[in-house]
């Protein structure tokens, strides 16, 4: 296979980003995610604080996240994703690599042997995976699947122009809750070695 990027775009809950680490192991290729947040703060000399408040964050043993580059597009957010952009452009023309969120599908749309991949799954899941995986709370978990899911929504839509979800923008669109994690990435594996492949 030539050098390829498959970008991951997720609902919280829907263990997106574990499946997209596993996918870039059995890949053999380079893994992207909060990596992204530290080279933009290095980038653009600041703080990783500065830009961890305006990204999604974890901290503790509990899961907070954060509206992704703040709820609107202020001078300093935008400067923050005009970083981010020319950084995960450069990390595409390194070699092949899965990327993690942060509209990578957006951003490299028109760039050639590009695989968009969205995760999702049911809410039920969702909730259930916020409990079990997370350890949140009842209340908590119906939160943060949430304030999350729309925070990225809105991220995406402020910065893409469309939604996570919008399958004309994407190459699969896969429901996590129906192989579980190891399954899923066993298919997506197969998708894309399938679809690189030379004949």
Known sequence: MNNYIITVTRQFGSLGR????????ALGVAYYDRDIVDMT???????????????????GRFFRMKYPLGMGTTDTQDTIFRTQRKIIRELAEQGPCVIVGRCADSILQEYPNCIHVFIYAPYEKRYETCLKEFHLQPDE?????????????????????????DYRYKNIMIDSSVLGTEGTVKLLKS????????P
């Open 141 to 165: 978990a119906k939160k943060m699947i949430l304030e999350v899911d729309k925070a990225r929504e809105r991220y995406h839509k402020a910065y893409a122009g469309y939604l996570p979800g």
């Open 191 to 198: 998708f894309v070695e399938e679809h690189f492949c030379t």
């Open 41 to 59: 703060a290095k980038k653009l000399g600041v703080p990783l604080s500065v830009i961890g408040e305006l990204e999604e964050a974890v901290q």
């Open 18 to 25: 574990p499946i997209a680490k596993k996918l870039a192991e």
